[in-house]
């Protein structure tokens, strides 16, 4: 069975870093992109940042210049360093995969279960 485990959510003050990871807990044959969403009480999901398996990367408007992502082919793992964090960044940051089990196989969407980044003022 497929699973993301997220890690790197946490509390912090404005101004200040995070670093979330999301890992496959199996290597999977194909991965199409793979990307951030978050979640703020009382919004819609936003996507954050994705990046494609040539590497090409894209943002919202409102994280470019303060928000990274990368990712790490050989452990199929996907990351979003976040500087410069701003009260309006908190939320529950989840984690996707569009991927698919075997090489001929449909795209599928894998999700992690979320992780708290708090930022306070």
């Known amino acids: 069975q497929v699973q993301l485990v997220e890690s790197g959510g946490g509390l912090v003050q404005a101004g200040g870093s995070l670093r979330l990871s999301c890992a496959l807990s199996?290597?999977?044959?194909?991965?199409?992109?793979m990307g951030w969403y978050r979640q703020a009480p009382g919004n819609q999901r936003e996507l954050v940042a994705t990046?494609?398996?040539?590497?090409?990367?894209d943002y919202v408007d409102s994280v470019k210049g303060r928000f990274t992502i990368s990712r790490d082919n050989a452990k199929n793992t996907v990351f979003l360093q976040m500087d410069s964090l701003k009260p309006e960044d908190t939320a529950v940051y989840l984690c996707?995969?569009?991927?698919?089990?075997?090489?001929?196989?449909?795209?599928?969407?894998?999700w992690g279960q979320g992780t708290q980044v708090t930022v306070s003022a």
């Open positions: 996707y995969v569009l991927g698919a089990t075997s090489i001929r196989g449909n795209l599928v969407a894998y």
């Open positions: 199996v290597r999977i044959e194909r991965i199409s992109r």
């Open positions: 990046i494609t398996s040539g590497g090409i990367t």
